[in-house]
Nanobody, 122 residues
Framework: QVQLVESGGGLVQPGGSLSLSCAAS????????IAWFRQTPGKEREGVAC????????FYQDSVKGRFTIVRVHDKNTVYLHMFSLRPEDTAVYYC???????????????WGQGTQVTVSL
């Protein structure tokens, strides 16, 4: 069974850090482009970080550049999103996704996790 399971969300104060994990089962993450998306109510899903399958090159949205890091750990078949200097505007449900093409378009990703809530607030 192909599955992506996220964990690690929660409540954090502004300026704090949080790490999300995305564990895969039923397939090998190395064979796919992996991206983290986030979504808030009434808004479209936004890609924030992506790692390409072919060469491991990483891409970040400008809004998170320098603050978020995507890491793929082969032995654990898991991808992490390490988030630093968090801001209230980072509050969202975060999803990991796997697809054949590294892009910011959700339609390019065929496998999705269930999402994990990240709330940045005092």
């Amino acid at each position: 069974q192909v599955q992506l399971v996220e964990s690690g969300g929660g409540l954090v104060q502004p300026g704090g850090s949080l790490s999300l994990s995305c564990a895969a089962s039923g397939f090998t993450l190395d064979d796919y482009a992996i991206a983290w998306f986030r979504q808030t109510p009434g808004k479209e899903r936004e890609g924030v970080a992506c790692i390409r399958s072919t060469d491991g090159k990483k891409f970040y949205q400008d809004s998170v550049k320098g603050r978020f890091t995507i890491v793929r750990v082969h032995d654990k078949n898991t991808v992490y999103l390490h988030m630093f200097s968090l801001r209230p505007e980072d509050t969202a449900v975060y999803y990991c996704a796997a697809g054949s093409l590294s892009s910011w378009s959700p339609s390019d990703y065929g496998y999705w996790g269930q999402g994990t809530q990240v709330t940045v607030s005092l």
